[in-house]
Nanobody, 115 residues
Framework: QVQLVESGGGLVQAGGSLRLSCAAS????????MAWYRQAPGKQREEVAF???????RYLDSVKGRFTISRDNAKNTVYLQMNSLIPEDTGVYFC?????????WGQGTQVTVSS
């Protein structure tokens, strides 16, 4: 079955960096688009970054220039490099795999940015 396992979250000071990883299994990773979402307390879940199967990307405006999504098809892993973090980046970050007929989610990893 499809599994998405995130890692790399944690507590960081403003201005710091974190790298999130999402290990995928149970489907043809290399042919599938992937995305990272986040959900802050009391707010709706929002798409942060998206990458197509051929590595085209798009970003939430507020993270452009600070975050980078990438993928390693040999490792079935998608990454989110987050630099120049600000307190507004705090939230639970989820890996997302849109599949025909269904969207799959990981369990989430907490990112907390202190001021």
């Amino acid at each position: 079955q499809v599994q998405l396992v995130e890692s790399g979250g944690g507590l960081v000071q403003a201005g710091g960096s974190l790298r999130l990883s999402c290990a995928a299994s149970g489907f043809s990773f290399s042919s599938n688009a992937m995305a990272w979402y986040r959900q802050a307390p009391g707010k709706q879940r929002e798409e942060v970054a998206f990458i197509t199967n051929n590595a085209r990307t798009r970003y939430l405006d507020s993270v452009k220039g600070r975050f980078t999504i990438s993928r390693d098809n040999a490792k079935n892993t998608v990454y989110l490099q987050m630099n120049s973090l600000i307190p507004e980046d705090t939230g639970v970050y989820f890996c997302n795999a849109p599949r025909p007929g269904r969207v799959y989610w990981g369990q989430g990893t907490q990112v907390t940015v202190s001021s």
